[in-house]
C-alpha cells in the first residue's frame, strides 16, 4: 500500500497522522507527504516580512520530522500561508493531482473540511476534487484526520469531525511526538492544545473509545472494497 498524507502546512502532517505514518512506515508501507503551504508567514505584517531564516528552518523541520516518522522526505507546495483562500481552487486541486500522478497512491489522508483554518478547509476540498472516484484513480480509501487547535475550535460548525476509523498507535506515539520535536518553533507549552502534554492525551481519549492505549482518529471519507 502506497500513503500520501496531504496537509497544509509544515507540522499537520504530524499532528493529524503521525502515529499512523510511523505505523506504517514500520510495517514497510510506502508513505509519501505533499505539505502545501509555507508555513508561518502569516505570522508577520505582510508575506515578504517573514524572517527567511525561520523559514528555512521550518523546511529543514519538515525533512527532519519525516526522518523521524520513517517517512519519504516531505513535498513542498510553498503556497502562502493562511492566505489559500487568494489562490484559485484549481490551482490547488493541480498540485494535488501532480503528486497523485507520481506516486499512484491507495490511501489517502487529509485535513477535515470543517476545520476553523481556511488552508485546511481549502486542502480538504482540493483533495476531494484530485481524488474522485472516475475510471483509473487508484485511490481506494480517503479518511480525513484532526489538527489540534484548528478542528476541535471550530465552534459552531455545519461540519463536525465525526471519526469512523481508530487507528491504534500504541506502539508509536513517542515516535509522533519525537517527530513534533522537530516543529520545536510550531508546539506550545501546556495547557496549549498544541503541547506534548495536549497531543497526548489526545491519542489517549481516542485510545480509550476503543478499548487501546493510545489512538489517531480518522473520519472515512469514502472506501472502495
Partial sequence: MTVLVVAAHPDDEVLGAGGAMARFAAEGRDV???????????????????D??????????????????????PVLGRLPDN?????????????VEDQL???????????????????????????????????????RTLMSFEVASATEWAYGSTIPFQPSVFLDITATLDTKLHALGAYESEMRPFPHARSVEGIRAQATRWGTTVGVAAAEAFQLLRAVR
Avoid at 521550518?58 to 520530522?65: I, K, P
Avoid at 487529509?110 to 472516475?134: E, F, K, M, S
Wanted: no cysteine.
Fill in 83 to 95: 492566505r489559500f483562500d487568494h489562490v484559485d481552487l484549481l490551482d490547488v486541486v493541480k498540485r
Fill in 101 to 139: 500522478a507520481e506516486i499512484r497512491p491507495t490511501l489517502v489522508l487529509t485535513h477535515h473540511v470543517g476545520d476553523l483554518n481556511v488552508d485546511h478547509q481549502i486542502t480538504a476540498r482540493a483533495v476531494l476534487a484530485a481524488t474522485r472516484p472516475q475510471p483509473g484513480q487508484t485511490v
Fill in 52 to 73: 527567511p531564516t525561520e523559514l528555512a528552518a521550518l523546511v529543514r523541520a519538515s525533512h527532519e520530522a519525516a526522518q523521524r516518522l520513517g517517512t519519504r522526505a
Fill in 32 to 50: 509519501h507527504t505533499l505539505i502545501l503551504g509555507e508555513g508561518i508567514t502569516s505570522r508577520a505584517p505582510t508575506r515578504g516580512g517573514a
